[in-house]
């Protein structure tokens, strides 16, 4: 089974921009979540989507949307880039079912994302 | 405010020797708790989780990890410590009721030759 992929791996926007980032979940997989990765901060959840819907949502502005398409695959958006937006943007994806994470997440390798 | 913590940012250990690296948890309920891996420039992989039942679970490469209620706490251990466990280790928990992960700030494991 192919594993999770995001595009593109690497970006360079400057300040103002807007960016968009794609993940492919694995096969029959219909939870898609979203965390940022930063030295300073860790690791931070933007939100999570089942079945196109948003279930879950972090304390990120409003800058920071996400969508998911009948097929799984999900992209987030940033608009407004800030130089602090720099930050490894890791996409998961699980079969998603029932109440809570009781099923493990699969990691992408993630989009570095510079901000100038 | 549910939280996970692992006090130690970096752990050395000689190759051969037993690891442990430490994740204590205050989340409401009965958690579930996981370990990830990161190896440079990629994402996260799973190694181990804790649902419900026995309190020593058994994960992937060896990696082993209690759960312990009265400490709140999920130390991950291993036996026997390879140079290719070296990497970035995570503890996450997610509260019941949601769907997202509550990370731990990551243990650097450096195992020596």
């Known amino acids: 089974k192919a594993g999770v992929t995001q595009t593109p791996r690497y970006l360079i926007k400057t300040r103002g921009q807007q960016v968009t980032l794609s993940c492919s979940p694995i096969s029959g997989h219909r939870s898609v979540s979203w965390y940022q990765q930063t030295p300073g901060q860790g690791l931070q959840f933007l939100f999570e989507?089942?079945?196109?819907?948003?279930?879950n949502k972090g304390n990120f502005p409003g800058r920071f949307s996400g969508r998911q398409f009948s097929n799984s695959r999900s992209e987030m958006n940033v608009s407004t880039l800030e130089l602090g937006d720099s930050a490894l943007y890791l996409c998961?994806?699980?079969?998603?079912?029932?109440?809570?994470?009781?099923?493990?997440?699969?990691f992408g390798p993630g989009t570095r994302l510079t901000v100038l | 405010a549910q939280s996970v913590a692992q006090p130690e940012d970096q752990v050395n250990v000689a190759e051969g020797n037993p690891l442990t690296v430490k994740c204590t948890y205050s989340v409401s309920g009965n958690p579930y708790l996981f370990w990830y891996v990161q190896y440079p420039n990629r994402g996260l992989q799973f190694l181990l989780k804790?649902?419900?039942?026995?309190?020593l679970v058994k994960g992937s490469y060896g990696f082993e990890a209690e759960f312990n209620k009265s400490q709140t706490s999920f130390h991950l251990k291993k036996p026997s410590a390879l140079v290719s466990d070296s990497a970035l280790y995570f503890c996450?928990?997610?509260?019941?009721?949601?769907?997202?992960?509550?990370f731990g700030t990551g243990t650097r494991l450096k195992v020596l030759a």
């Open positions: 996450a928990v997610p509260p019941r009721g949601t769907y997202k992960y509550i």
């Open positions: 804790y649902i419900t039942g026995d309190n």
């Open positions: 998961a994806s699980s079969l998603g079912a029932g109440t809570s994470l009781v099923n493990e997440q699969f």
């Open positions: 989507y089942f079945s196109e819907t948003q279930r």
